[in-house]
């Protein structure tokens, strides 16, 4: 603790912020499409950053750390998936898309991932990162619906609009709302009277139905897993399977009555852009199964040593266009590194999956489900959009491999 005449800084609870800048940082591109957001005479992913920096070294050095011996597969082989992705780039036909995409993978990554495992394993930052991420998913879904019904933005890739642009404005905004309804779910199994059980269950409700506004499937399927399965994990993890069996009950048929609801009421889904997305052409009208194969087809064609990074959209015919990547991050990790690409990247992330469940017993069931309920939209769209440049990707991962590490004031 430092003394500034009369004024005292406890460099420890400074350093619990860092919770609070990584959730703003995690969700910047949803929060900058809201009206405070859009509003910040600097942009937010820049600020955030540049307070997440100082407050995540704080937080290294005013704690002691534990680390379980699990943690060495899944960090070891990320550290060597960085490491190959970089040799990679030297057989890559690719210049503009492997400028921007290395630096982000081997410099922000790491970073990302310290990020998540530290403010994870810290109480205190691990409740700024909670309650931040719950006021930004009410914050995004109202944004949205405010600004559909004044025409103030259009989401879903409507005619005329810059498509890589919207696309990437839906599907952070249904992450954003999907990870407060997985966490307003936890709330509900863990709410000790009806009124607080009520309140979370209709928080929760809330953003259900926010999520049939923008666009985005994944977003909506996400949310629908993550309000199935996380608060399931959460009984199980304290030992109570029928709990966790009634809770799976219980949500399947609410999602069942909402969904013969709206059937019901065909007007009512007339705006609703996602379920139109989810009805209208679904996997037919995507162009991800023709890019599963180009990377299937040219990982077989370039074996064993792939690519090189970044270079897919080249070989695929796509030229240096960034947005046609593999849309799965497993995928890209064959097509682009080969065989060895693969295997780490199974080693770091089916590596930190296995062990979010083999920690679920051992883990307070507060804590694992919230780490749950952060990373399992932001898994689900790493196997459906996204590449391995992508920092939400890596701070997931972080926030998973934080149920291996525990952190003490020191």
Same mark, same amino acid.
């Given at each position: 603790?430092?003394?500034?005449?009369?004024?005292?800084?406890?460099?420890?609870? *400074?350093?619990?912020?860092?919770?609070?800048?990584?959730?703003?940082?995690?969700?910047?591109?949803? #929060?900058?499409?809201?009206?405070?957001?859009?509003?910040?005479?600097?942009?937010?992913?820049?600020?955030?950053?540049?307070?997440?920096?100082?407050?995540?070294?704080?937080?290294?050095?005013?704690?002691?750390?534990?680390?379980?011996?699990? $943690?060495?597969?899944?960090?070891?082989?990320?550290?060597?998936?960085? #490491?190959? $992705?970089? *040799?990679?780039?030297?057989?890559?036909?690719?210049?503009?898309?492997?400028?921007?995409?290395?630096?982000?993978?081997?410099? &922000?990554?790491?970073?990302?991932?310290?990020?998540?495992?530290?403010?994870?394993?810290?109480?205190?930052?691990?409740?700024?990162?909670?309650?931040?991420?719950?006021?930004?998913?009410?914050?995004?879904?109202?944004? !949205?619906?405010?600004?559909?019904?004044?025409?103030?933005?259009?989401?879903?890739?409507?005619?005329?609009?810059?498509?890589? #642009?919207?696309?990437?404005?839906?599907?952070?905004?249904?992450?954003?709302?999907?990870?407060?309804?997985?966490?307003?779910? !936890?709330?509900?199994?863990?709410?000790?009277?009806?009124?607080?059980?009520?309140?979370?269950?209709?928080?929760?409700?809330?953003?259900?139905?926010?999520?049939?506004?923008?666009?985005?499937?994944?977003? *909506?399927?996400?949310?629908? &897993?993550?309000? &199935? &399965?996380?608060?399931?994990?959460?009984?199980?993890?304290?030992?109570?399977?029928?709990?966790? +069996?009634?809770?799976?009950? $219980?949500?399947?048929?609410?999602?069942?009555?909402?969904?013969?609801?709206?059937?019901?009421?065909?007007?009512?889904?007339?705006? +609703?852009?996602?379920?139109?997305?989810?009805?209208?052409?679904?996997?037919?009208?995507?162009?991800?199964?023709? +890019? @599963?194969?180009?990377?299937?087809? @040219?990982?077989?064609?370039?074996?064993?040593?792939?690519?090189?990074?970044?270079?897919?959209?080249?070989?695929?015919?796509?030229?240096?266009?960034?947005?046609?990547?593999?849309?799965?991050?497993? $995928?890209?990790?064959?097509?682009?590194?080969?065989?060895?690409?693969?295997?780490?990247?199974?080693?770091?992330?089916?590596?930190?999956?296995?062990?979010?469940?083999?920690?679920?017993?051992?883990?307070?069931?507060?804590?694992?489900?919230?780490?749950?309920?952060?990373?399992?939209?932001?898994?689900?769209?790493?196997?459906?959009?996204?590449?391995?440049?992508?920092?939400?990707?890596?701070?997931?991962?972080?926030?998973?491999?934080?149920?291996?590490?525990?952190?003490?004031?020191?």
């Amino acid at each position: 603790m430092a003394r500034f005449g009369a004024l005292r800084v406890d460099a420890a609870a *400074l350093g619990s912020l860092a919770g609070a800048a990584a959730a703003a940082l995690h969700f910047a591109g949803a #929060l900058k499409s809201t009206p405070p957001g859009a509003a910040l005479p600097v942009d937010l992913t820049l600020l955030a950053a540049a307070a997440l920096v100082p407050l995540l070294a704080l937080l290294l050095l005013t704690r002691r750390w534990w680390l379980h011996p699990m $943690l060495a597969l899944p960090l070891g082989t990320a550290a060597l998936l960085w #490491l190959w $992705l970089v *040799l990679a780039g030297g057989w890559s036909r690719s210049a503009t898309i492997l400028a921007q995409k290395l630096p982000e993978i081997v410099l &922000l990554g790491p970073v990302m991932l310290l990020a998540g495992l530290a403010v994870g394993a810290d109480g205190a930052a691990r409740r700024w990162l909670v309650a931040v991420t719950l006021a930004s998913g009410p914050l995004v879904a109202v944004s !949205v619906a405010w600004g559909l019904a004044n025409g103030k933005i259009v989401l879903g890739g409507a005619v005329g609009a810059n498509p890589d #642009l919207l696309r990437v404005q839906y599907q952070l905004a249904g992450l954003a709302i999907a990870c407060a309804a997985g966490l307003g779910a !936890v709330r509900v199994v863990e709410a000790d009277g009806w009124p607080a059980r009520l309140f979370w269950s209709g928080f929760t409700l809330a953003l259900a139905a926010s999520a049939l506004l923008p666009g985005g499937r994944m977003g *909506l399927i996400s949310l629908a &897993l993550s309000v &199935l &399965l996380v608060p399931a994990l959460r009984c199980w993890s304290a030992g109570s399977p029928r709990a966790a +069996l009634r809770w799976l009950g $219980l949500a399947a048929l609410a999602g069942l009555l909402g969904a013969v609801l709206l059937l019901l009421q065909a007007e009512a889904m007339e705006g +609703l852009r996602t379920l139109e997305r989810l009805t209208q052409g679904g996997m037919e009208a995507s162009a991800r199964p023709a +890019l @599963w194969r180009a990377a299937l087809d @040219w990982a077989g064609a370039t074996m064993p040593w792939g690519l090189g990074t970044g270079g897919f959209t080249i070989a695929a015919g796509h030229g240096e266009r960034r947005g046609l990547y593999p849309h799965n991050h497993a $995928l890209e990790a064959l097509a682009e590194g080969g065989p060895i690409g693969l295997a780490l990247w199974l080693g770091c992330f089916g590596g930190g999956a296995a062990m979010l469940l083999l920690r679920a017993r051992h883990v307070a069931p507060g804590r694992m489900a919230r780490m749950a309920a952060l990373a399992l939209p932001v898994g689900m769209a790493a196997m459906v959009s996204t590449d391995l440049g992508n920092r939400m990707v890596w701070f997931a991962l972080g926030l998973v491999l934080s149920v291996g590490a525990v952190a003490k004031r020191g």
